[in-house]
């Protein structure tokens, strides 16, 4: 399994994900400058990491969004290729269109950091066929632009086409608005494209994955992933 | 040409820096509301004829400084 690893100036997480998708996964990981033009070969899957790409300049990964590396990220997904954002990866990728919608700032105006509780709405993706629906699990968040919105009518055909991959949720997963740290609509903290090859959340499932860190709470995520790739 | 390109938060959409900017004025006593804050984008573009600069202005909105998920812009030739 070949995971690339954009890295823009200013991503902070990208070791996060090298760790996560390289050490402990054993994955053969490698970052990519976000000058390059092309992917490693046979990349299968890219991870867009975390951070504050261009410093959030203008708007939260609008600048990252029309790097180089990105038009080969774009090429990768429309050919089936595996694409995972991570909270700025996740901004980026709204910002270059390959997810609808976009990441306000958070309702309280913070930067919130916190372990919280996410309930899988889709395991049907190449990123939870490990993990069951409904099931419930605990991964951090950190961000200050979190609050996914979405036009009222686009929303709506979100939903209708399972487009939510993971909500917010109590620790019995249990869905509404107490449990939706960041204000984001419908208590989204992922969502998927069309075709199921593209995913971008907030919560971090990379930084808990390592037993020698802390919990693990991320790991159906990784399972997923390695399932995915077993069977292709 | 001087061109301004004011980008504001669509309707609708939330803008907690736009509220507490608002709660900050009503302890100084002000009636104020609806407070929405936006950027200001200001920028030479070549050209004299002011509809074309116009046009090229859109087009970078469209492009990269908008997103029209949230914002809209008006565009100034000044």
């Known amino acids: ?6 890295v823009f100036p200013g991503s902070n997480c990208d070791h996060d994900a090298l760790h996560a998708c390289g050490t402990v996964m054993g994955w053969d990981t490698i970052p990519v400058w976000h000058q390059e033009t092309r992917l490693p070969e046979n990349t299968e899957l890219v991870f ?19 790097a180089p590396i ?9 050919h089936g290729g595996l694409v995972l954002g991570v909270c700025n990866g996740f901004q980026i990728l709204c910002e270059a269109h390959l997810l609808p919608g976009a990441l306000l700032r958070n309702e309280s105006l913070r930067f919130i950091h916190a372990d919280i509780h996410l309930r899988v709405e889709r395991a049907d993706l190449p990123f939870t066929c490990a993990m069951q629906p409904g099931e419930v699990f605990q991964v951090p968040i950190a961000h200050a ?36 740290p960041n204000g984001a609509m419908n208590g989204i903290a992922g969502i998927v494209n069309l075709r199921g090859n593209v995913l971008g959340m907030m919560p971090h499932p990379e ?26 | 040409m001087k061109v301004r390109v004011s980008v504001q938060l669509k309707p609708g959409i939330l803008d907690p820096q736009g509220k507490a900017v608002e709660q900050g004025l009503h302890g ?3 009636e104020v509301e609806h407070v929405r804050i936006g950027r200001l984008i200001d920028m030479d573009v070549p050209g004299t004829d002011p509809a074309e600069v116009k046009a090229k202005a859109l087009a970078m909105c469209e492009k990269l ?14």
Do not use: Q
């Open chain 2, 65 to 78: 400084l908008v997103n029209p998920v949230m914002e809209k812009a008006s565009i100034e030739v000044l």
């Open chain 1, 145 to 180: 632009e979190g609050n996914f919105t979405l036009d009222p009518a686009d929303l709506v055909d979100l939903e209708a086409r399972g487009g939510v991959a993971f909500r917010y949720c109590s620790p019995t997963g249990a869905i509404g608005a107490d449990h939706v």
């Open chain 1, 48 to 66: 867009v990491p975390g951070g504050f790409s261009y410093g959030d300049y203008l708007r939260c990964g609008a600048l990252a969004a029309l």
């Open chain 2, 28 to 30: 100084f006593g002000f």
């Open chain 1, 70 to 78: 990105m038009a080969d990220v774009k090429r990768h997904a429309d």
């Open chain 1, 207 to 232: 930084r808990a994955i390592d037993p020698k860190l802390g919990p693990t709470g991320g790991m159906g995520v990784f399972r997923s992933l390695a399932e995915t790739f077993t069977r292709a």
């Open chain 1, 1 to 6: 399994m070949r995971v690339a690893v954009p």
